[in-house]
């Protein structure tokens, strides 16, 4: 079974919309972290959001929200007021455990395009 | 967040050559770093693990002859690519592990003649 599932390997979004990325994830271990990243066409890999599975609060780091439902496995990316500057590749990961980043396991991806 | 930098962002060099890509987390230690490829419009696929003071673990498949890993210090890991050929053409990216997150560098786009 995959570790982390992204289910749309392309979106639209218009300027100043919000949109959601989907992300759910397969891990028996308790203690894992989700992460979302972005990649835009120069192909650095930017660190956006970090959801610790024990957290009780959904993460938020500005304009990214982490809508983290556990029974669900799902770790949904929530970016508000979308610019034209968020058009990139986003990727959803999950380290299995609590510090072991051998385990570490990566979406396909979702491409956003932001319209003007 | 902490900061990777990885050096350089691209390099073009003859088939037979080697090449060394450089990765330095700037604020902080990473006793453990990474190293990943990435083929065009794919998701990342870790090579080796790169560890302070000891050698690196590879994943399998990865040449550890081909594919030289060493980290020196606490901020630096280097990949060489040895006797590059067009095959090793690709998109080769390091991270760094701050506790519990992880870093990753800019990039190093290799192209082999």
Redesign the interface.
Known sequence: AQKITQTQPGMFVQEKEAVTLDCTYDTSDPSY?L?W?KQPS??????LI?Q?SYDQQNATEGRYSLNFQKARKSANLVISASQLGDSAMY?C?M?EG??N??K?Y????TKLNVKP | GAVVSQHPSRVICKSGTSVKIECRSLDFQATTMFWYRQFPKQSLMLMATSNEGSKATYEQGVEKDKFLINHASLTLSTLTVTSAHPEDSSFYICSAREIEKLFFGSGTQLSVL
Do not use: L, T
């Open positions: 972290g992460f990243y120069s192909g650095e890999m930017i660190f970090y610790g990727f990961a380290r609590i510090y980043f051998n570490f990566f979406g396909s991806g």
